[in-house]
Nanobody, 122 residues
């Protein structure tokens, strides 16, 4: 079973930056982490997709974060990071790292981290 541990959340003013990191451990097969990514859950709302990257480097972003967030991964270290710039109050959420496989354009997630809080003040 894959364990995902996030780090890097915190409190920041609007316009600022934060970097989230996530490391996979446990019984990690390449297929379990073929695709890694981030979702977020704003207060009182449903969890939503943020970004994902495959082991081959195929990247997709939610429209709301394009041009501001950058996802990256290191396959050998089984880590994924999310650089968040130009943060807005509406980016406030619990951010979750996830891993799984990509089927066509469908991200089938099989593992989740515990989440890390990101709060952006105006």
């Amino acid at each position: 079973q894959v364990q995902l541990v996030e780090s890097g959340g915190g409190l920041v003013q609007a316009g600022g930056s934060l970097r989230l990191s996530c490391a996979a451990s446990g019984i990690v097969f390449s297929s379990n982490v073929e695709t890694m990514g981030w979702y977020r859950q704003p207060p009182g709302k449903q969890r939503e997709f943020v970004a994902r990257v495959t082991s081959g480097g195929d990247i997709k972003y939610a429209d709301s974060v394009k041009g501001r967030f950058t996802i990256s991964r290191e396959n050998a270290k089984k880590t994924v990071a999310l650089q968040m710039n130009s943060l807005k109050p509406e980016d406030t959420a619990v951010y979750y790292c996830t891993a799984g496989r990509l089927y066509s354009d469908y991200f089938s997630t099989s593992s989740w981290g515990q989440g890390t809080q990101v709060t952006v003040t105006s």
